[in-house]
């Protein structure tokens, strides 16, 4: 029974339905969960630092259950989407309950539509690659498939990767810098992926410009069919759950730095490069993403496998609160700047 945890992990597209249904000053009520019920919840819950046993690990690898948990965002998330968008048709909604929809539902795309995706774009079956792609589509994020797994994972901890914040840089100018400099490292990934196989720019196999085709399509089918208002909207969606996913990147690899050897090149990624979080509520409702040091060092690790490593740079509270921190810059850099490592800060 107590795999069933994970069904918490539901709480916010639930919450987001309920704003749904709800309207009014209920519009805002799913950021509200997200950023201040959870963060107070977190701090009043304990921390589970234990790891599974070898016995445990065989069981949970094969146990169908964790996977199906995973499977059920899909029609969970597009269900909200295409209920939210529809509902701008009809619903005569007031502005404030537009500004607080669309966040509560970018909100939900983002954490139960990229992060899972995250999560099955490490898969090894093709159809869960698909369904990884087919969750970041609304969010307009189809290339974080090719440059996180290819990318990130390569460069993470270092300043040739777009996604680890610098040390003392602000979660708001990491926003533009990373969500620019992803976009602009994918397509390098792919051209050098296309050139390596002997192929053009103009090609079946560029990814690239599928993924833009895919994207044009979904807008132009939400305004076809619903109009201008609806794809206004769904572009604001998308980039709430950028925004939401962007401010997670940031606290995860923020200040940590691979060192360089005396080859030139950087250190391989180890488990001291990526913070990691063992408050319990975080973890389940994350999908275990806040043990994040583990991940990055066995990127293979199925999200109910991760564990705990001693020599992981710890978070003072759980991802959901940090995120709420690193909203104020001066809170955030006092509390995390001293809990880096010396050797990994810049050279004054």
Partial sequence: MKDLKYLVA????????????????????????????????????????????????????????????????????????????????????????????????????????????????????????????????????????????????????????????????????????????????????????????????????????????????YFSIVFYFLGLNAMLIAFAVAISSLILLETINYIEHYGLRRLKMASGRYERVKEIHSWNSNHVLGRIMLYELTRHSDHHYRAHKKYQLLEYHEVSPQMPFGYPTSMVISLIPPVWFALMNKRIPSEMKPAS
């Fill in 10 to 217: 539901y709480a916010i597209p639930l919450v987001a339905i309920l704003s749904l249904n709800l309207r009014g000053v209920w519009s805002y009520f799913t950021p509200l969960f997200a950023f201040v019920f959870i963060p107070i919840l977190e701090t009043m819950l304990p921390v589970d630092a234990s790891n599974i046993s070898e016995e445990e690990k065989e069981s949970k690898s094969r146990n169908v259950l964790f996977d199906v948990l995973l499977y059920l965002n899909v029609p969970l998330v597009y269900g909200i989407i295409i209920w939210y968008l529809w509902s701008t048709t009809w619903a005569n909604y007031e502005v404030y309950e537009i500004i607080g929809l669309t966040f509560s539902v970018g909100i939900a795309l983002g954490s139960n539509g990229i992060n899972v995706a995250h999560e099955l774009g490490h898969r090894t079956r093709r159809w869960e690659k698909i369904l990884s792609k087919i969750l970041l589509l609304p969010a307009m994020n189809l290339h974080f498939y090719i440059e996180h797994n290819f990318g990130h994972h390569l460069h993470a901890a270092t300043d040739e990767d777009p996604a680890s914040a610098k040390y003392n840089q602000s979660v708001y100018s990491f926003w533009f810098t990373s969500i620019l400099g992803q976009y602009k490292s994918a397509w390098k990934i792919q051209m050098d992926i296309l050139r390596r196989d002997g192929k053009g720019f103009i090609s079946f196999h560029n990814d690239m410009l599928w993924y833009i085709v895919a994207q044009l399509s």
